[in-house]
């Protein structure tokens, strides 16, 4: 009798093996004649040779299914058992990104949100810039997430300055937690459409995925990490370079920004303004720049867009 251990990682076990492991026991009762035992995050699998690489292509399939759809029933299971290769309602296109919590497709819609995926693709750091609405946070959350699932990283880092707190949390009430929740609320509204409540919470819990202010970033080595800074805009020449200078090993950064809102007081410079212009000839640093016509929100946000740089350019000239 031959034996293979699987083991699970970043995977809650409840989601993946089901209440009181019914998952795994369906994918047991199909082959009577090996035995699959769960102890924590490993399987074991007892059995002869044909039966056990049978038996660990279909928990593959099952933790691939997982990774991209963020659950798994018994009836993915027995579909799986069944040999079908997907489930009925998933769909092939080459530029979906992953599926939502809610079955929703995640993926650029707009010709700049394609330039950014495929310039995440090419290279290491990436600047993103463009005005609110554009998407620009959002499918750089989605290109991390998609990372962490693909097993490309092992853990995700979310950061932005809380600049209306001056990055002075202390006087704020609460814990750390309440205290800068405000700040990075549109960081976990994103989160929430592309994990799973108790999914998220266990990567949190776990340190796979953090979401802190820049500040925190000090002193660290982000290695074989997807990290993101979004508003850009709001750091100084200083933060914005100790940000940049953290990539470690197997890194991949996005910094996003709007040059549009800028919320530093006026005796200084933003650093993603600096730093685009310190960095623009530098190999292997992707530079995308969305518009209003990628604005995905209600029509008249695109339209009170164009009127501000419509009025802005006439100040600019007068």
């Known amino acids: 009798m031959v034996e293979k251990t699987i083991t699970l990682e970043n995977v809650s076990l409840t989601d993946f093996l089901g209440v009181e492991n019914k998952n795994i026991r369906k994918v047991a009762s199909a082959f009577p004649e090996s035995k699959i035992v769960s102890r924590g995050n490993e399987i074991r699998i007892q059995g002869s040779t044909p ?25 993915n299971v027995q579909k799986y058992i069944n040999d079908e ?6 769909e092939y296109d080459e530029d979906i990104l992953l599926y939502g919590t809610r079955g929703a497709v995640v993926k650029p819609k707009t010709p700049n949100q394609k330039k950014l995926v495929e310039s995440a693709a090419k290279n290491d750091l990436v600047f993103a810039i463009g005005p609110a609405g554009t998407g620009k946070t959002y499918i750089s959350v989605a290109l991390a997430v998609r990372a962490l699932k693909n097993k490309q990283v092992k853990k995700i880092i979310i950061t932005r300055p809380a600049v209306e707190a001056g990055e002075n949390l202390g ?13 990075l609320r ?12 108790e999914k998220l919470k266990f990567y949190e819990e776990n340190k796979i995925i953090e979401i802190a202010p820049l500040a925190y970033m000090r002193g660290r080595t982000l290695q074989n990490a997807f990290i993101l800074l979004d508003e850009a805009q709001n750091t100084t020449a200083m933060q914005i370079k100790m940000f940049l200078t953290r990539m470690g090993p197997s890194s991949k950064v996005i910094v996003t920004g709007d040059r549009s809102q800028i919320d530093l007081p006026r005796n200084h410079k933003s650093g993603l303004v600096e730093a685009v212009e310190v960095l623009k000839d530098v190999e292997g640093i992707g530079f995308v720049q969305l518009s209003g016509e990628d604005v995905m929100r209600h029509r008249l946000v695109r339209d009170i867009i164009r009127a501000y740089d419509l009025s802005e350019s006439k100040n600019t000239m007068d």
């Open 186 to 197: 549109p960081i976990y509204d994103a989160l929430y459409d592309m994990v799973p409540t």
């Open 171 to 183: 006087f704020l009430p609460g814990d750390l937690k309440e205290k800068i929740d405000p700040y």
């Open 51 to 75: 039966e056990i690489i049978k038996i660990s292509d279909i928990l593959e399939a099952l933790l691939d299914h997982y990774h991209k759809f963020g659950k798994l029933t018994e009836d």
């Open 85 to 90: 290769d997907q489930p009925a309602h998933a």
